[in-house]
């Protein structure tokens, strides 16, 4: 029986990184293309100095153009303090997602979190 067949994992950002600064929020959307659904993951690193970790969430968009807004709630995970983990964000349909990074620690020393990767997979 034919169905969707996911592909292979890829690190949407390269070989850049996000930093997350202390009491900063870093959005990064995501946009699957045509597919028949779509799978996330986030690599993160937290700052083993932090007083507070860094919650992950991801918002599906309601529609499509420039009119379409963002889910005001979704999945989020809270990574903590002095962490390196690789957190599986879900399935979705095909379409936009925004990632929300929010690192929780409000120290006056930049305990900042780093994502090193996120990964799509898509199924066509």
């Not at 599906?60 to 303090?81: D, F, M, Q, R």
């Not at 964000?89 to 020393?109: I, K």
């Amino acid at each position: 029986m034919a169905g969707p067949i996911p592909g292979t994992a890829t690190n949407i950002l390269g070989t850049t990184t996000l930093q997350v600064d202390s009491g900063a929020t870093v959005t990064h959307e995501v946009d699957s293309g045509q597919c028949y659904f779509f799978q996330v993951w986030v690599d993160i690193t937290t700052n083993a100095s932090a007083t507070a970790g860094t919650t992950i969430s991801a918002r599906p968009k309601t529609g499509t153009g420039t009119a379409a807004l963002y889910a005001s709630n979704g999945l989020t995970i809270e990574v903590a303090p002095n962490t390196h983990t690789v957190v599986y964000m879900g399935t979705y349909e095909a379409g936009t997602l925004e990632l929300v990074f929010n690192n929780e620690d409000t120290s006056t020393v930049n305990y900042y979190s780093t994502v090193n990767a996120i990964y799509v997979r898509t199924a066509t």
